[in-house]
């Protein structure tokens, strides 16, 4: 398996316009995680979709973050419009279901809002 | 909530010795811990997982070990390597099907 897919792997772009980052989970895994990870604030978990159905989107900032899965190997995470603290390297992680199972990681997506 | 402290922050040893990572959590009820590695500028990669059900688990130089009814997790490496200079981070896999950072320990070895 080619382990979990991110695009872009950067993203620079100018505040106010609309970021949409890409992940493909690992075939056959139900769960889905979108981290954020800054060097003030760690790694934070914005959502996670179980059977592509969000669980828990608490950890997103603000309205401006969205999150879908319309299938099951494919997720957006979308920010409009962006601001320069939205700047972070953005994660996607799936594992076969939830805490239960080992996570895996994608490479990560690293964003920088002008 | 669960909680996860990583102790210590920062860490710098020089190469050959062995050395400890400490994990801790606040709520004893989980299903697994993971240690990951994380180089600079680069993604998670998964080093060991523990179920609840386990005290321990190997692979090669790496130990990691699991007290449930304490709240902690070790991570032991052993004659430690320039080349394991990087940031480890355990996490904790807990009820409600989510997972629970610590914020991480970063280990330069030195030649």
């Known amino acids: 398996d080619a382990g979990v897919i991110q695009s872009p792997r950067h993203e620079v772009t100018e505040m106010g316009q609309e970021v949409t980052l890409r992940c493909k989970p690992i075939?056959?895994?139900?769960?889905l995680f979108w981290y954020r990870q800054t060097m003030m604030r760690g790694l934070e978990l914005l959502i996670y979709f179980n059977n592509n159905v969000p669980i828990d989107d608490s950890g997103m900032p603000e309205d401006r973050f969205s999150a879908k899965m319309p299938n099951a190997s494919f997720s957006t995470l979308k920010i409009q419009p962006s601001e320069p603290r939205d700047s972070a390297v953005y994660f996607c992680a799936s594992s076969l279901s939830g805490g239960a199972y080992e996570q895996y990681f994608g490479p990560g997506t690293r964003l920088t809002v002008t | 909530k669960q909680e996860v402290t990583q102790i210590p922050a920062a860490l710098s040893v020089p190469e050959g010795e062995n050395l400890v990572l400490n994990c801790s959590f606040t709520?004893?009820?989980?299903?697994?811990l993971q240690w990951f590695r994380q180089d600079p500028g680069k993604g998670l990669t998964s080093l060991l997982l523990?179920?609840?059900?386990?005290r321990e688990q190997t692979s090669g130089r790496l130990n990691a070990s699991l007290d449930k009814s304490s709240g902690r997790s070790t991570l032991y490496i052993a004659a430690s390597q320039p080349g394991d200079s990087a940031t480890y981070l355990c996490?904790?896999?807990?009820?409600?099907?989510?997972?629970?950072f610590g914020t991480g320990t970063s280990l330069t070895v030195i030649p």
């Open positions: 709520d004893s009820a989980i299903y697994n």
């Open positions: 523990i179920q609840s059900s386990q």
């Open positions: 075939s056959g895994h139900n769960s």
């Open positions: 996490a904790v896999g807990a009820t409600g099907n989510q997972f629970y």
